[in-house]
């Protein structure tokens, strides 16, 4: 039999809101990412796209990739900059269209 799931405490639901990322949550409580996003999820909470707000390292990050990408370079060459796959590149240059 299992136990019942622990509910999320409320602060954790705010502090998501305000910009706090499910890392930071999951290590205060304890919990893995996983159960914290379920239960965020499961009381409503709109979730975030990954990376974090805009303007974050990995919105750069895909910026660059589609200006290399624009200004003829493969996605292999991109790829091996980045140390990811040409289908990454792919995914990424396609997103943005």
Known sequence: MSRPARPLPEWAAKEYKAG???ETI???LGWSLSAV???LRAIGVTMRRRGGPEGSRL???DA???AARSRGESHAQIG???GVSRQRIHQITSRAK
């Open 26 to 28: 999951s290590g205060r």
């Open 20 to 22: 706090a990322t499910l």
């Open 37 to 39: 996003w379920l239960r």
């Open 64 to 66: 660059e990739i589609c």
């Open 59 to 61: 919105v750069v990050r």
């Open 80 to 82: 091996r900059a980045y």
